[in-house]
């Protein structure tokens, strides 16, 4: 009798004790560094995950978006279900989706005015068979509410994140550091781009008239045919060129809080089209590599030819 | 066609003269007189002057015909509960299609009495009148010479009955009605020996298209105040009911009992209102819709539960409609076997067997290849449990349908919606929202003006070769103020939302112009766009473009139009 008993409580205490992600599994993110640093080696399904931007993207909510969109992506084709993204306003675009490899089949927006409305659907979400993933962008997430959702999760292993979006920077100042029930908590900023190293076996293209006003970081484009034509700079070097325009997107990802893990940070580049891990788009970029200082705009050479708007 | 008419009068029935007042063009007339008053020799459209020297001690009060006309409607609704077909008749009636109605409650006397009742409880007093016709209904409620406030006139003798009252029954225009006064044609029955082609002639084609109407020769349909709906059933309680928790057991079996009549027909509904008669004859309702048509009465009875607490039931509701006003086809479905697996649930869904199904039960299984009865739902869409799950999770499939519907019910059908890309230049029309349960949304691409289909953009395929788009798009783009150098360069600096950024990348541009193709293009140099990628200081990158071009008199402007990731 009193075997059984202690069994029957052993079994619930290590029920209890059991790691949030030994339930329903991870989902990696395939870049090594991410998943070592993370318990069980990847993101726990059926958790609340906390996704925040930095600075002016704290009101847009595009990196956050991006990072949730990679890996709800991953989730998605996994597990053949469909994602709920309950949203304020419907300013998620199709075509920049689609670059994250998140099917719009699969996605069902849902929009909601209130934030209570939208924990609501989520929740809801939460509880449905069919739905792989719940993302929520919410301003004020309670205590209360962010155990709710942790709960609805755990129980019926469907993974939910929340994007925090605040409307200024008052209330992103009042919300930021208030502690919630979330398994995990990440930030992700975005860093300067690095310029694209290209090789050019063609020779150098002159320079455009007036070449002399043009400052490295405004190295101007032309289309044809689709395909850009990049001027290189000429300060590149022989047979490299750095690229003039925009590099492969850079972020700075933090894992601010994580349970059953330790705070830790990377820097990640995103490379459409050629990424040795495909899964989640991103890879990681040595974060002790050498980075040139970014290319400073000369608009001071031509400051009396500015045209102004308006 | 037996055609109610009922006619009330609003004002409240009281011992002295009363009347409303209305000021028609400088004049004040009598609008409405009340029984006492109209005995005393009053009569709507007289002046009040004239009113108050027959009768000094009269109590009159502005009317309110705009009120009125909301009363009047409000009765109209409130006698739905009769027939779905119900209409005002401005400015003191309600016109009640009770065709196919009246057996429900035991005959057109006991409908007119239980109709009576519940308006005298109300303070209404009303006249009623059962006839073939709407016009001879109309007539009947308002001149019949009886004591009884209820008429009824025998099926095929409606001239009969109309025949010795005034012309005033005819719903004709006053002045038509005088004439024929005035040549001596008092009743209506005076008219019936009349040669047609005279009458035309003299009074206008009006006489005798309502004298048609009134006999039946001419149809005269009536407009209901609501749309009708496919199917409907009522729910009548003894005794007036006010616990939410009674108003959700009504919305169950109200489900329950539509649901069957569904599956006799094999549809679904689509969109349902669910209406409480209160006693005090306020209607209050419930509108949804569902993502898919559905014939399970569990998910439509919790559809309406969690919006019951919207619902009002005042001081009782003694009534309860539920009407189906779209169904779609739905095929029959099996939803449980006896004796497996979800037997349990089988008192209360409904079981109606796919022919095809019940062929397959009836075959003797022919050993291992005859499907095995827990596989039957996973045997349609493929073999193995695998792609039973991949049925069930897909869009439209039970758990997500149910959980559309209710997101939906709850804050609005629009609000849930799937984003498809759309072949368009246009960044605003490249991502459209279309409704979450359709599957196929995508209209055909529009024909050309001159009907030649427009030149199709290649997608999907030689996607890396696509410009990179931002994940969230503004719409409408929001302006910002920038200072740029040569004409086709992006800005080095803008202001957006109150904040300067500095641009140290930018890629562009990528002119983006109207598509001429399609109708309603301002060609308007403004709808000429250059978009720049271009990435500020701290690494956030903005899709900005330029409105119009320099050199063309107006300056450009700047709008951002998005953020990537």
């Known amino acids: 009798m009193s075997h059984d008993l202690s069994l029957t409580l052993r079994e619930q205490v290590r029920r209890i004790e059991r790691p949030i992600w030994a339930a329903h599994g991870v989902v990696p993110f395939g870049v090594a560094a991410i998943d070592s640093a993370l318990p069980g080696g990847g993101l726990a399904r ?152 290209a090789q050019f076996d063609a020779p150098i293209p002159p320079l455009p008239r007036g070449g002399e006003g043009w400052g490295e970081g405004m190295m101007p484009m032309t289309k044809r045919g689709g395909t850009p034509l990049t001027l290189p700079s000429p300060k590149g070097g022989r047979g490299f060129f750095l690229e003039p325009g925009i590099g492969h997107p850079r972020w700075r990802v933090e894992l601010l809080r994580c349970r059953g893990g330790e705070p830790a940070c990377w820097e990640v580049e995103i490379r459409e089209g050629k990424m040795a891990d495909a899964t989640n788009s991103i890879s990681l970029v040595g974060a002790l590599a050498d980075r040139p200082k970014a290319p400073v705009g000369s608009e001071a050479a031509a400051s009396e030819r500015i045209y102004r708007a308006g | 066609m037996r055609l109610p008419h009922r006619k009330g009068s609003i004002a409240p029935v009281e011992e002295a003269p009363f009347a409303t007042v209305i000021n028609a063009a400088g004049r004040r007339l009598l609008a409405a007189v009340s029984p006492a008053a109209a005995a005393a020799g009053l009569a709507p459209g007289m002046p009040l002057a004239d009113a108050l020297s027959f009768v000094p001690g009269l109590v009159t009060a502005a009317a309110e015909p705009a009120q009125d006309a909301a009363a009047l409607r409000r009765l109209a609704e409130w006698c739905g509960r009769y027939s779905p077909w119900t209409a005002p008749d401005a400015p003191d009636g309600v016109k009640i299609e009770i065709t196919g109605c009246a057996h429900l409650w035991g005959g057109e006397e006991a409908l007119a009495a239980d109709l009576i009742t519940r308006l005298a409880r109300q303070g209404i007093t009303g006249h009623i009148a059962i006839a073939d016709t709407l016009g001879a209904a109309w007539a009947c409620a308002r001149l019949a010479q ?113 649901v069957t009549r569904l599956a006799r027909e094999g549809t679904g509904a689509r969109r349902l209102v669910l209406t409480f008669y209160r006693v005090d004859g306020r209607v209050e309702r419930l509108a949804l819709g569902t993502a898919r048509p559905s014939r399970d009465p569990r998910h439509l009875a919790a559809l309406f539960k969690e919006r019951l607490d919207t619902i009002d039931p005042g001081l009782g509701v003694e009534d309860a409609i539920l009407a189906a006003f779209a169904v779609d086809p739905l095929a029959p479905e099996q939803i449980d076997f006896p004796g497996h697996g979800l037997s349990k649930l089988k008192g209360s869904l409904l079981v109606v067997p796919a022919k095809a199904e019940i062929e397959e039960r009836l075959a003797p299984r022919s050993g291992p290849l005859g499907p095995s009865p827990d596989l039957v739902r996973g045997s349609r869409g493929g073999d193995g449990p695998k792609s039973k799950a991949r049925a069930e999770n897909e869009i439209g499939a039970g758990g997500v349908s149910t959980l559309l519907d209710r997101l939906g019910n709850r804050l609005g059908l629009a609000a849930v919606s799937r984003i498809e890309a759309c072949e368009s230049h246009i960044p605003e029309r490249a991502s459209v929202q279309v409704p979450a349960n359709s599957r196929h949304p995508l209209p055909p691409p529009p024909r050309g003006r001159e009907g030649f289909a427009h030149p199709r953009i290649k997608s999907g395929e030689q996607g890396a070769d696509k410009p990179p788009r931002p994940i969230r798009l503004f719409d409408p783009p929001e302006p910002v103020e920038a200072a740029w150098l040569l004409p086709d360069d992006p800005p080095f600096r803008f202001t957006w939302r109150r904040r300067a950024y500095r641009i140290r990348h930018a890629d562009g541009p990528e002119r983006i112009a109207e598509e001429w193709w399609r109708q309603g293009m301002s060609n308007a140099v403004d709808a000429i766009r250059d978009y720049y990628r271009v990435e500020d200081e701290e690494g956030r990158r903005f899709w900005l473009f330029r409105a119009g071009l320099s050199g063309s008199g107006h300056p450009p402007r700047w709008y951002v139009h998005g953020v990537f990731a």
């Open chain 2, 146 to 258: 009886t004591d009884r406030s209820t008429v009824i006139v025998p099926s095929a003798q409606t001239g009969i009955a109309l025949a010795p009252l005034p012309v005033e029954g005819l719903r004709l225009d006053p002045a038509t009605t005088q004439g024929l006064r005035r040549v001596g044609l008092k009743r209506i029955g005076d008219l019936y020996p009349m040669p047609r082609s005279a009458l035309v002639c003299r009074f206008g084609e009006a006489v005798v298209w309502r004298l048609d109407q009134a006999q039946g020769d001419l149809p005269e349909p009536l407009s209901p105040l609501d749309e009708t709906p496919t199917r409907r059933v009522r729910l009548s309680f003894a005794e007036p009911i006010t616990d939410p928790a009674d108003l959700a057991l009504a919305a169950e079996r109200l489900a329950a009992d539509l």
């Open chain 1, 46 to 197: 059926g958790a609340l995950h906390e996704i925040l931007g930095a600075g002016g993207d704290e009101e847009d909510g595009a990196l956050a978006a991006a990072f949730a969109a990679s890996i709800v992506a991953g989730l998605a084709s996994a597990e053949d279900g469909i994602v709920l993204w309950c949203l304020a306003r419907l300013d998620l675009y199709e075509p920049g989706l689609a670059a994250h490899r998140l099917d719009p089949a699969r996605l069902v927006m849902v929009r909601a005015a209130r934030d209570t409305e939208i924990l609501w659907a989520m929740e809801e979400g939460l509880h449905t068979l069919g739905v792989t993933a719940v993302v929520g962008e919410i301003g004020t997430l309670s205590d209360v509410a962010s155990r709710r959702l942790q709960l609805a999760a755990e129980h019926s292993g469907a993974t939910a994140f929340v994007l925090r979006r605040w409307r200024n920077g008052g209330q992103a100042a009042r919300e930021r550091a208030l502690p919630n029930a979330a398994a995990t908590r990440w930030r992700v900023a975005a860093l300067s781009s690095q310029p694209i190293i």
